[in-house]
């Protein structure tokens, strides 16, 4: 599909707490890339309510549709929506919105699974760049409130599963580590920061193995360790304040480092059975400085090209959904406006995607 041309795309997301509407045009290249934040309306829960967030993005889209097609250079041609995984109703409001713009201006509908919008987010540029063409052979790693696992990426953007997290997230663990802190939600921009300060062997945490599954991870036992050495120093709570005291920092910085070397681990044999031309990561951890280089650093290493997605495209967005769907949509896929429903569940298989790890 490289430098294909691509129909104009209207990309919607509401499968969290984050309603997302974008505009691609026909290389790629982010047009319009809105976002409406649901982070206040569930902040007095302490966590996402399933039926507020539906609610939310019921407000949200049809105040971010029109100035989106708005500041669109020319028509919608083609329209991609996520349609899992997620929360249910959430996704049934960003879809049914989807397929009635869809049908009522007789449009081409492709469904987009999240994960496959995050892989893609790499190639995207939000300084007024075409999307980067895609080579054969990527190995990705998605890192995210949700997930946490490695693919390889084919031509035209397929994906296939090689490793994923037995238990935790990598950013569910920032975000639960922050929690006991003190630390706002989400915690992974804060420890993210405050890890800089701190002296990253300072901690002995462990890094679980699973066996015979050397591509999986568990963050799990990690977790609970950086959680029992904050109560033993009586410092939950501790980074609340002002005055954040030493250790606080250097257990940001060991837990940290033990995430990242986590996620890492299986990249160098990974590399060798695969022999990928380029590396990425994408999802909200990717936003994270210490991945970030040592992701660089693996690639120098190891002679293969990393790419980064720009900071602001790491966090859910749509801009990644309209491109993993004119991807789709070169794949000849298409979706019936009036016989569509979500997939909720990560068992859902596109056919350009493949979970078989
Ligand atoms: O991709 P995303 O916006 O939503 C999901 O699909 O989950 O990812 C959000 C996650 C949160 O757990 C957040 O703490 C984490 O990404 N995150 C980070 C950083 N920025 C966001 N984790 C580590 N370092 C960061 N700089
Ligand atoms: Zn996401």
């Not at 026909?26 to 409406?36: F, S």
């Not at 309306?41 to 039926?51: S, T, Y």
């Not at 009036?338 to 350009?352: E, H, I, L, M, N």
């Amino acid at each position: 599909m490289n430098g294909a041309r691509f129909p104009r795309t209207l990309g919607i997301e509401s499968s969290c707490d984050e309603t997302a509407v974008a505009v691609i045009d026909a290389d790629g290249r982010v047009e319009t890339h809105l976002l409406a934040s649901q982070v206040a309306a569930h902040a007095p829960f302490g966590g996402v309510v399933p039926e507020l967030a539906s609610r939310e993005h019921l407000k949200a889209l049809p105040l971010l549709v029109p100035p989106a097609l708005e500041s669109a250079s020319g028509e919608i041609e083609l329209v991609a929506v996520t349609a899992g995984p997620g929360l249910v109703g959430a996704l049934l409001v960003g879809l049914r919105f989807a397929a009635a713009f869809a049908w009522a201006r007789r449009l081409p509908l492709v469904a987009v699974d999240h994960l496959q919008g995050h892989l893609v987010s790499p190639f995207l540029a939000l300084d007024g760049a075409p999307a980067r063409p895609m080579p054969e052979r990527v190995l990705a790693l998605v890192a995210s409130g949700g997930h946490s696992s490695w693919y390889l990426m084919g031509p035209g953007g397929t994906a296939e599963r090689l490793g994923r997290t037995r238990d935790d997230a990598a950013g569910e663990t920032f975000d639960k580590v922050a929690q006991v802190l003190g630390l706002p939600y989400p915690g992974g921009p804060v420890v993210d920061r405050l890890a800089r300060r701190g002296d990253a062997g300072a901690v002995p945490l462990p890094r679980p193995r699973i066996k015979d599954a050397p591509f999986d991870f568990s963050f799990s036992g990690l977790k609970s360790a950086a959680i029992r050495w904050i109560r033993a120093q009586g410092l939950q709570g501790a980074g609340a304040g002002e005055d954040v005291p030493r250790p606080v920092y250097d257990l940001l910085a060991s837990f940290e480092r033990a995430v990242v070397d986590q996620l890492l681990r299986p990249l160098p044999e990974l590399a060798r059975l695969h022999r990928p031309e380029m590396v990425t990561v994408s999802g909200g951890v990717a936003a994270n400085s210490l991945l970030r280089r040592r992701l660089e650093e693996a690639g120098g290493d190891l002679g293969i090209e990393v790419v980064l997605p720009p900071p602001a495209l790491t966090t859910d967005n749509a801009a990644m959904i309209a491109r993993a769907g004119q991807l789709a949509w070169a794949r000849g896929e298409r979706q019936d406006p009036r016989r569509f429903d979500a997939r909720p569940s990560t068992k859902w298989q596109p056919p350009g995607m493949r979970r078989n790890r």
